[in-house]
């Protein structure tokens, strides 16, 4: 993923593995990649575990609530099977969250 949005125009590299807090201080998610100045992350999903969706899903709304950050999610399949429309999608939650600013 850190290849395909080196790709985008205008993009700093991304924060990695970034801790998320919440109003009070108390842990609420490490994100994969991020970019805080424009207000938006970036998850990779796996399949490896049986609950894994939904896990990932309850993470994304807490992340989104304590920072109302747009998000991304994509598989690795996505990413190394499908880069071109990856970077397609990546490209239009960066339009937003420049929008947003």
């Given at each position: 993923?850190?290849?395909l949005v080196r790709d985008i125009d205008d993009l700093d590299p991304p924060v990695r593995q970034y801790?998320?807090?919440d109003?009070?201080?108390?842990?609420?998610?490490?994100?994969?990649l991020c970019w805080p100045t424009?207000?938006?992350f970036l998850e990779l999903d796996?399949?490896?575990?049986?609950d894994?969706?939904?896990?990932d899903a309850r993470g994304e709304?807490?992340?989104?609530?304590a920072t109302g950050w747009l998000p991304g999610r994509f598989t690795w399949k996505e990413v190394v099977e499908l880069p071109t429309t990856t970077r397609r999608r990546v490209r239009a939650v960066v339009g937003q969250a420049?929008?947003?600013r």
């Open positions: 993923m850190v290849q801790e998320v807090s109003e009070y201080g108390a842990f609420v998610a490490r994100i994969d424009l207000g938006f796996g399949q490896h575990h049986r894994q969706p939904v896990y709304t807490a992340i989104v609530a420049r929008r947003r």
